[in-house]
C-alpha cells in the first residue's frame, strides 16, 4: 500500500513540511505551523492545487 502525503508551507515564516492527509484536520479547520504556531485556516498552508486536491479525498 502507498501511503499519501501532502506538501504543506507555512504562510508566515515559509517553513515547509509534508503530512498524511488523512490525518490533518478539516480544510476550513484552523490549524497551526509546527514552527511559529502562526494560525490559519488549513487551506491556506497548502503548497499546490494538488495537495489541496489530495487532502479533499480524504475528508
Do not use: I, Y
Not at 517553513?15 to 491556506?44: I, M, V, Y
Amino acid at each position: 500500500m502507498v501511503e499519501a502525503f501532502v506538501r504543506l508551507v507555512c504562510p508566515e515564516c515559509d517553513k515547509e513540511w509534508q503530512d498524511n492527509p488523512a490525518e490533518l484536520p478539516g480544510l476550513r479547520t484552523n490549524f497551526s505551523c509546527p514552527g511559529c504556531h502562526a494560525t490559519r485556516r488549513l487551506t491556506e498552508f497548502m503548497r499546490t492545487e494538488r495537495d489541496l486536491t489530495t487532502v479533499e479525498q480524504f475528508q
